[in-house]
C-alpha cells in the first residue's frame, strides 16, 4: 500500500469538493489500519503550510470555495445579472465573483441578502463561479464599529459604544486589508459560541477614528443609516424635470418667501401673510404657506420612493446631512429656491383677529420665491435695523407676517400646548471638522413665528383628509405614563411646587407647574424632568390626538422634503383633490401600519445618531481642558454615580460612585436620590456642583468627573463602609424628613 504524495492528495480534494474527509481520503486512496496515522500526519502538514483549512471534520482547498456556500449578494450589472461574493473567503488571492443564476420560482433578491447556495467553478469567464440559490438565510447579521488591533492570529476589534467592553476576534483572512488602529465595521460571522471571544468579518474600513470628521461618520455607519444611494435611485432623480405649470394654481406673482436657519441647504417651505379684507372677518389674516410638491417627482413604488421609506427621514448632523432624497431632489427641484419657479402644495388659511383658523383651502400651484431669508435677518429687520434685502419687503412681507403671527399668539395662549423652556446646544466647526465652540441656540420670535404657521398648515392637512375619509399618517403624541407623573410630581412637591393630582391631565396643568418653577434655581430641573415624563412622539393611521401640542388632530404635512411621512399626506391630498396620478395608491394605503411603524423607528434611529454625535463632539472638544474645573447640576441618578451637565457647554459626564465620598450610598429609586449610608448625605437632581474633568473619550463619546462640591460642600467624609441597618435607618428617616420639608414648602408658597 503506498502513500499517496502532497500533490496527489491535492488533486484529488481539487477534483472531488464534496468527498475531502479524512475518511473519504483514506478509501480513495487505499489507506488502512495503522497507515492513516501516516495519512493523519501528511494531512496536518499541508494545513500548517497552507494548503489545506480544515473545516469540522473535512479539509479543502483555502483557494477554492466549497461546493455549498454562505453568500452575500453584492451588486447587479447594466444588464440585470446578479452578483454575490463569499462570506467567508481563505484564499490568498481576490475574493472570487460569483454569478447567480435563479430560477423562474426563485425570490427575488437585492443587495445585502444572504444566502446558501450551490456553486459551480467555471473558466474563461468575468467571474469565478455559478451560483444557484438553495435557501435564502436572512439580511440582518449582528453589525459592530469598532478600532481594529493586529494579533498574531489575525486581530482583534475594540467597540466604540459606550458601555460596551465586549471584543470580537478577527482571523486572518477576515481582516479585509485593515490597518492596526483603523475604525472599521465588522459583521458577526459563524454562529455564537459560549467560549472564547465572538468572530467577526471585516467589511468596511473607514480610515482614523481621531479624524474630526470621522465623528459623524461612526455615528452614522453604527446605528445603520443609509448614507449612499443605489444607482438606480440617482438615474431617476438626474432624469426628473422641473414640473409644467400645466391645471396647477399660478401663484408666481405671490411674494411668498423662505425662512430658515443661514446655512439650510434646502427650503422646503414659503410663506406669505395679508390682511383679510373679508367686513365678515374684522382684524383677521389671510397666511399662505407653500410646500415643495414632492410627490409630482417621488412616485409610489419608484425606486426613489422605495429609497426614501427606507430612509423614514433625513438625518442632520454638525458637519453633513443624510438627506432622505438624492441632491438633484432635495437641493433642486423640489426646493423653493429665490426666484425660481418651482411646483408646490398650498393651502390658504383665513385666521380671525384672535389667531384662530376659521376656514381653508389646498391647491396645487406653481410658485417662485421672492426671497431667501434666515431667522436672524428677518428678526432684526422687524426689530428695526433691515439690511439690504430686508428692507424693501417690510411693508408687503414682513411685518403682515409678525402681524398675523401676534394674532396666533393668542390662539395658542388659549390652547395652551406644553411650553418648555430648554436651551438647545449649536455645534460649531472649524473647516477642517474641529469643533471651535459650542454655544446656546437663541430663540427668536421668527422661528416661533414659522413655528406657529406650520403647526396651522398641519393641522388643516389634517382636517382635511378627515372630511374627506382619505386614509393618511397622523402625528401622534400621547399623554405621560402615570409612574412618570408620580415622578414629577414627588420631584415638584420636594423642591416646594404642586402638580395636581386626581383629575384628567391637560398640557395647561403642566404650563402651570412650569411657570411657578421659572426664574428660580429649579427651574431647569423641572423643565427637564417634564421633558422626560412625556411619551415618544410616533405615526400611525389612527388619529389618537396631539398631548404636547394640545391638539385634537395633527399630521405632518411641511416637510417632504427630509420626512416620508409627510409625502404620504401629500399624496392622500393629491388624491382627495383629484389633482393627478400621483396621490396614494392602494398599496400605499394596505401598507401604512407597516409604514407607519417603520418611519417611526427610523426617527428614533436618527435622534440617536445625531445625540451619539454630539456626544463625541463634546467629548472631543472637552478633551483639550483636562484636569480643569467646571460649574454644573446633577442632571441623573443612576446606581453607578451621578450624571452632571455642566453649565458652560450643557455636556452631561459622569461621576463614578467611588467619586462620591468615603461611604456607601443607597439608591433610592422611589425618591430618584442617593443617601449616605454614614453621614445620611442626600444627593439628589438639580443641586449645584464643582466637578474636574477627569476623562474625555471623543471616539466614545464618554465624559468623566471628579466631584469637588456639591451645593458648595466637598464630598461626603464617611467611614467607608455602611451597607448595613444604619444606613437604611438613615434612608427611612431621610424619606420622612423629605416629605415634611416638602409639606412646609408647600404651605409657604401657598400662603
Not at 274 to 298: L, S
Not at 400 to 428: F, G, H, S, V
Not at 518 to 543: C, F, H, K, V, W
Request: glycine share 8%.
Amino acid at each position: 500500500m503506498r502513500m499517496p504524495s502532497k500533490d496527489e492528495i491535492l488533486e484529488w480534494i481539487s477534483d472531488n469538493p464534496t468527498l475531502t474527509s479524512k475518511r473519504d481520503i483514506a478509501k480513495a486512496f487505499g489507506i488502512k489500519g495503522a497507515a492513516r496515522i501516516d495519512l493523519k500526519r501528511i494531512l496536518r502538514e499541508l494545513e500548517a503550510e497552507g494548503h489545506l483549512q480544515k473545516r469540522k471534520r473535512s479539509y479543502r482547498d483555502p483557494d477554492k470555495l466549497p461546493p455549498v456556500s454562505v453568500l452575500q449578494i453584492s451588486e447587479s450589472d447594466s444588464d440585470g445579472d446578479l452578483f454575490a461574493r463569499p462570506m467567508e473567503w481563505q484564499g490568498e488571492g481576490a475574493e472570487p465573483r460569483i454569478l447567480m443564476v435563479l430560477r423562474a420560482a426563485d425570490p427575488a433578491l437585492g443587495a445585502g441578502d444572504r444566502l446558501l447556495a450551490r456553486l459551480t467553478e467555471v473558466d474563461g469567464e468575468a467571474y469565478a463561479y455559478e451560483g444557484r440559490l438553495i435557501r435564502r438565510i436572512g439580511t440582518n447579521p449582528k453589525r459592530v464599529l469598532g478600532i481594529f488591533r493586529k494579533t498574531s492570529e489575525g486581530g482583534r476589534i475594540l467597540p466604540i459604544d459606550k458601555g460596551d467592553d465586549k471584543q470580537w476576534q478577527v482571523p486572518e483572512g477576515a481582516i479585509g486589508g485593515a490597518k492596526d488602529g483603523e475604525l472599521v465595521e465588522a459583521e458577526q460571522s459563524g454562529p455564537k459560541s459560549r467560549i472564547g471571544l465572538p468572530r467577526a468579518r471585516i467589511v468596511a474600513r473607514l480610515g482614523d477614528p481621531t479624524a474630526p470628521k470621522a465623528v459623524s461618520l461612526i455615528a452614522i455607519h453604527q446605528h445603520g443609516i443609509p448614507d449612499s444611494f443605489p444607482d438606480d435611485v440617482v438615474a431617476q432623480a438626474d432624469a426628473a424635470k422641473p414640473a409644467a405649470l400645466g391645471d396647477r394654481t399660478d401663484l408666481r406673482e405671490m411674494p411668498l418667501v423662505t425662512i430658515d436657519p443661514a446655512d439650510a441647504r434646502d427650503h422646503d417651505d414659503a410663506c406669505w401673510a395679508e390682511a383679510d379684507d373679508d367686513p365678515q372677518n374684522p382684524g383677521g389674516h389671510i397666511v399662505w404657506v407653500a410646500i415643495a410638491d414632492v410627490a409630482h417627482y417621488v412616485t409610489p413604488g419608484s425606486p426613489l420612493d422605495s429609497e426614501a421609506r427606507k430612509r423614514g427621514n433625513s438625518s442632520y448632523f454638525p458637519d453633513r446631512v443624510v438627506p432622505m432624497l438624492p441632491d438633484r431632489l432635495s437641493g433642486d427641484l423640489c426646493s423653493l429656491h429665490e426666484g425660481v419657479p418651482r411646483a408646490c402644495l398650498v393651502v390658504r388659511m383665513k385666521l380671525d383677529a384672535k389667531g384662530h383658523k376659521r376656514s381653508h383651502r389646498f391647491m396645487r400651484a406653481m410658485m417662485k420665491s421672492k426671497a431667501s431669508l434666515n431667522y436672524e435677518e428677518v428678526q432684526v429687520a422687524y426689530d428695526g435695523a433691515p439690511n439690504e434685502r430686508c428692507a424693501g419687503l417690510m411693508d408687503e412681507v414682513i411685518r403682515p407676517l409678525y402681524a398675523a403671527y401676534e394674532a396666533t399668539k393668542m390662539a395658542r395662549a388659549e390652547r395652551q400646548p406644553l411650553d418648555l423652556d430648554l436651551p438647545e446646544r449649536k455645534i460649531i466647526l472649524t473647516e477642517e471638522g474641529e469643533v471651535a465652540s459650542i454655544n446656546f441656540r437663541d430663540r427668536l420670535d421668527a422661528h416661533r413665528l414659522i413655528e406657529e404657521f406650520m403647526i396651522l398648515a398641519n393641522v388643516a392637512a389634517a382636517e382635511t383628509l378627515i372630511a374627506s375619509k382619505s386614509p393618511q399618517l397622523f402625528r401622534v403624541h400621547e399623554e405621560p405614563a402615570p409612574e412618570k407623573l408620580d415622578s414629577l410630581r414627588d420631584v415638584a412637591r420636594s423642591a416646594g411646587f404642586n402638580l395636581a393630582k386626581g383629575q384628567v391631565l391637560k398640557t395647561a396643568h403642566l404650563n402651570r407647574l412650569l411657570n411657578d418653577a421659572a426664574g428660580s434655581d429649579e427651574a431647569e430641573l423641572i423643565n427637564m424632568l417634564t421633558l422626560r415624563s412625556m411619551t415618544q412622539a410616533y405615526y400611525a393611521p389612527q388619529n389618537f390626538g396631539h398631548f404636547g401640542l394640545a391638539l385634537q388632530s395633527y399630521a405632518h404635512f411641511t416637510s417632504p422634503i427630509r420626512r416620508y411621512a409627510d409625502l404620504i399626506v401629500h399624496r392622500s391630498l393629491v388624491s382627495a383633490h383629484g389633482w393627478g396620478k400621483d396621490g396614494l395608491t392602494p398599496a400605499d394605503i394596505d401598507d401604512l401600519e407597516t409604514t407607519a411603524s417603520h418611519i417611526s423607528e427610523t426617527e428614533r434611529r436618527s435622534m440617536l445618531a445625531e445625540r451619539d454625535t454630539t456626544d463625541r463632539y463634546m467629548a472631543a472638544y472637552l478633551s483639550e481642558r483636562l484636569g480643569n474645573e467646571f460649574s454644573g447640576k446633577i442632571s441623573g441618578i443612576a446606581k453607578f454615580g451621578i450624571f452632571v451637565r455642566l453649565d458652560e457647554t450643557g455636556a452631561d459626564g459622569l461621576v463614578p460612585m467611588r467619586e462620591l465620598g468615603r461611604e456607601f450610598f443607597h439608591f433610592d429609586k422611589e425618591s430618584n436620590t442617593l443617601v449616605g449610608s454614614d453621614t445620611g448625605m442626600v444627593i439628589g437632581l438639580g443641586q449645584r456642583v464643582l466637578v474636574r474633568l477627569a476623562e474625555a473619550a471623543p471616539v466614545t463619546g464618554g465624559v468623566v468627573f471628579d466631584l469637588l462640591e456639591i451645593d458648595g460642600k466637598q464630598p461626603s467624609q464617611g467611614k467607608g463602609g455602611g451597607r448595613g441597618r444604619s444606613g437604611k435607618r438613615k434612608l427611612a428617616a431621610h424619606k420622612k424628613r423629605s416629605a415634611k420639608v416638602a409639606r412646609k414648602v408647600s404651605r409657604k408658597r401657598r400662603g
